[in-house]
């Protein structure tokens, strides 16, 4: 059985690495780990580990009481002998293999104090793993970065010194040079990489007979796949490049365009460290972690994908790129106008934004001073632990992204604010209609009205995206996607059509089947046959004309969508689904995914004419009119429809063999549970209970609209 010590475990590679010991306990033969950890800001190393790493969502996924075989050490890695006290001894005899993973990564800390944070620490380390009885290998995590870039390949070796290591390191701390002196003879760009470089060779020279392997990341970034796909929890470095971006701050940026960054998954290093912790027979061995050229995104790449994913999912500013390229006159211009303008004029409003501009103000030129070195360079690292090959560095820039928006921005894709109330906005809604990618004259203009009336009736319409995105996923490319809202309201017409205008890569805008009714009013039946609607006649039995229709649209490569209940269900429930385009379907010969939409209204803005009919009045007639008073009211803000949420369900495959009226269950089943919370609306609920909702008498408006289903 073996004993890991770890250090940096507060950190974000470090988290990965515990989570990866325990979840690889079994396999690996480990008995106990322990964890170095300086006490901080009053709190002890204990405090420490329970606030900031078992509570972590790194550790979701490991059994209960996972942190039970960890054993927390307090320690100080600058100190002479770490501080340590007698109750350490047990740990340190039982240890087997040592993962020092702690360091400083600000590249603009000065050479001395970077030096006892990268070097003195190290060698700390070193030293108390020669009291280790049963040490087997001392894992070293220093960075691929320890070599200047000089236009040739980069091996796993030592970088050439100018002169001694030994020398370099005192000259750090006793300042006989200046940190500029320094970084001159060595030809690094920033203390953090000239310390780790020294570090290695010490750690090299000094090993005696103990087993080591130094680790070289390039830039660590969010996960890939464990302990959960884009997890990360630290914006150093690329994080911060793209937090920046997506909200839209960083605009400008130093840069060659064309340069490749190394961009590597924190799991892909965790993986490697691990299995070096073991695999590992050379006393000493030197490894990249990186992806390599082949794998490697550009810096433009990098920013159209992120600013590509955040234009989408608005945070804060519209993310917009004004200059990429070399610093000079052009970049200053670009730099005053977009990052220190904005920063002095926030600083006018408060003294609260005034520090928060400032604080942001100095990151970006953190960005850009700091990151200007690796951002017009490509770096050849050769490495003996490639990356496999179903890497996808495209995709991989979406899924930090996500994991950026997640974990960092604290926000929940399970709940995307597509409209409403809350919406941040688009910069212009004109704009944002114009320059979606699909859509027509009458879509594009039927979208940008929906908007600033959502925006006047709606607290917030909210989409699942993960639901849409399994969904999506689970659907063969060869497949005919046929949408299956629910029906509650004639607002699912205008939501399913909306979201799949402002977000096409989950839902392509459908070809919806309306009633006839709807043909027969007049404007307005020509005006949703332009926005891809086509007519059936309800109860007519078989339509040859519409099977026809169906299964030319199917040739067409379109998607279709129709109400699966057929009516519009007024007390909140489900309806008995409708079977005959389900048949029209089938008859086409193509296979289709039923893709069940469900809509949940907290008021569905006919309730009070269902009230209504419910009560025995007769059902009125459609009128344009109608909609265009209702339209107004909700303009002017007196409708209030509280919120609407959107999620989807499994898909559900239907083919010529399929049994319709089996699917058509099937696809209710898979509507209810995709509905949030019960069934019914909650305005039915509090009715039943004797209560009723406050609502505008404009509500009522719409049952003028109501058709004689």
Not at 301 to 307: E, L, N, R
Not at 384 to 401: M, N, W
Not at 530 to 538: D, G, N, T, V
Request: charged content about 25%.
């Amino acid at each position: 059985m073996s004993t890991y010590l770890l250090t940096g475990v507060t950190g974000f590679l470090g988290k990965v690495l515990l989570e990866e010991l325990v979840r690889r306990r079994a396999e690996l033969g480990i008995e106990r780990i322990g964890v170095l950890i300086r006490p901080m800001r009053g709190l002890g190393a204990e405090q420490r580990f329970q606030r900031e790493v078992v509570r972590s969502h790194c550790f979701d996924g490991l059994a209960e009481h996972w942190s039970e075989i960890v054993t927390v050490v307090e320690g100080n890695l600058e100190h002479p002998a770490l501080g340590l006290g007698s109750e350490a001894d047990d740990v340190l005899g039982a240890t087997t293999h040592v993962i020092h993973a702690a360091a400083s990564v600000k590249f603009n800390l000065p050479v001395a104090q970077a030096a006892r944070a990268n070097i003195t620490a190290s060698l700390n380390m070193l030293e108390l793993a020669e009291r280790m009885p049963r040490i087997q290998r001392f894992v070293y995590v220093s960075t691929a970065y320890v070599t200047p870039e000089h236009g040739a390949p980069i091996e796993e070796q030592l970088v050439a010194l100018p002169q001694s290591a030994t020398s370099l390191y005192a000259a750090c701390l006793d300042g006989s040079m200046t940190e500029q002196e320094l970084l001159a003879r060595t030809g690094h760009p920033n203390s953090y990489t000239m310390t780790k470089a020294l570090a290695e060779h010490l750690l090299a020279e000094r090993r005696g007979s103990i087993p080591l392997t130094i680790m070289r990341p390039s830039i660590i970034t969010a996960a890939r796949e464990t302990p959960m796909p884009g997890w990360i929890d630290s914006t150093a470095g690329y994080a911060a490049f793209v937090m920046f971006v997506g909200t839209g701050h960083l605009r400008a940026l130093v840069c060659n365009p064309d340069a490749k960054l190394d961009l590597v998954p924190v799991d892909d290093v965790s993986s490697r460290i691990v299995n070096a912790s073991v695999a590992a027979d050379a006393p000493l061995e030197i490894r990249h972690a990186v992806v390599g050229l082949a794998h490697a995104p550009t810096v433009q790449q990098c920013w159209d994908g992120t600013s590509g994913y955040y234009r989408i999912r608005r945070v804060d500013k519209r993310p917009e790129k004004r200059y990429l390229g070399p610093r000079g006159a052009r970049f200053a211009i670009a730099d005053m106008i977009q990052h220190r303008l904005p920063v002095a004029i926030a600083g006018m409003r408060s003294k609260s934004l005034k520090r928060q501009a400032e604080k942001r103000g100095a990151r970006l030129s953190y960005l850009n001073e700091q990151f200007s070195y690796f951002t017009t360079r490509s770096f050849d690292f050769r490495s003996s632990l490639p990356i496999d090959d179903a890497f996808d560095e495209q995709g991989f820039i979406d899924t930090v992204s996500a994991g950026v928006y997640r974990n960092i921005l604290k926000l929940d894709e399970a709940e995307w604010v597509i409209g409403g109330r809350s919406h941040v906005g688009s910069d212009g809604d004109l704009r944002w209609a114009l320059t979606q990618p699909r859509g027509n004259f009458w879509i594009r203009t039927a979208a940008w009205l929906a908007t600033k009336v959502f925006r006047r009736s709606v607290d917030a319409i909210t989409v699942d995206v993960p639901s849409f995105e399994r969904a999506r996923a689970a659907i063969p490319p060869d497949v005919t996607i046929v949408v299956t809202p629910s029906h509650r309201s004639y607002l699912d017409f205008v939501l399913t059509t909306y979201l799949a205008f402002a977000r096409p890569d989950l839902v392509p805008i459908p070809h919806i089947a309306a009633t006839m009714e709807f043909a027969r009013i007049p404007v307005l039946g020509r005006i949703l046959r332009s926005m891809h609607a086509f007519y059936l006649r309800r109860g007519a039995g078989r339509d040859p004309e519409l099977a026809g229709r169906v299964a030319e649209l199917m040739d067409e490569g379109n998607t279709l969508a129709f109400f699966i209940e057929g009516a519009r269900s007024r007390t909140g429930d489900f309806l008995e689904p409708k079977r005959g385009l389900l048949r029209c379907l089938q008859a086409s010969g193509r296979r289709t995914a039923m893709l069940p939409i469900a809509l949940s209204y907290d008021r569905v803005p006919e309730q009070a004419a269902f009230d209504r009919e419910l009560a025995g009045e007769p059902k009125r007639g459609m009128s344009f009119t109608g909609l265009v008073r209702w339209t107004y009211h909700a303009w002017r803000g007196r409708i209030d429809l509280g919120d609407i949420h959107i999620a989807c369900g499994t898909p559900v495959m239907l083919d010529a063999s399929s049994d319709a009226h089996a699917v058509s269950h099937q696809v209710i089943a898979r509507l209810r549970e995709a509905m949030v919370g019960s069934a019914l609306p909650l305005d039915v609920v509090a009715r039943a209970e004797g209560n009723t909702w406050d609502t505008p008498p404009a509500d009522d408006l719409l049952a003028e609209v109501n058709s004689t289903q």
